[in-house]
């Protein structure tokens, strides 16, 4: 009788070990990109004080390309020897991290 009511205390025990819950944590990461649209424009037409500011920046610089948004920024494809890369600045020539 005694091994009867060990054993089914011992069975109920783990039972109720297998039956316990772990709390759940939802990890949810909402990642908003926002880019701003950007219009190509001439060489021609980009600030001089942009200009000014590569020279004194990255004298050896080269502009391929430029870019234009809604808030007067500008994107520069700038090649330096062999190396490509973006650069963003003001219309005054202060330069923009992005």
Do not use: C, H, Q, R
């Amino acid at each position: 009788m005694k091994n009867l009511f060990l054993s089914a205390a011992i069975v109920l025990g783990s039972l109720t070990s297998f039956a316990s819950t772990s709390p759940i944590t939802n990890t949810i990461v909402k990642v908003v990109s926002v880019e701003d649209e950007y219009t190509e424009i001439k060489l021609e037409e980009l600030p001089s004080a942009i200009s000014e500011s590569l020279k004194k920046a990255y004298p050896e610089a080269v502009i391929t390309k430029a870019y234009k948004n809604e808030k007067s920024e500008y994107k520069l494809d700038v090649t330096v020897g062999d190396k490509v890369g973006n650069l963003f600045a003001n219309a005054d020539g202060s330069w923009i991290k992005k």
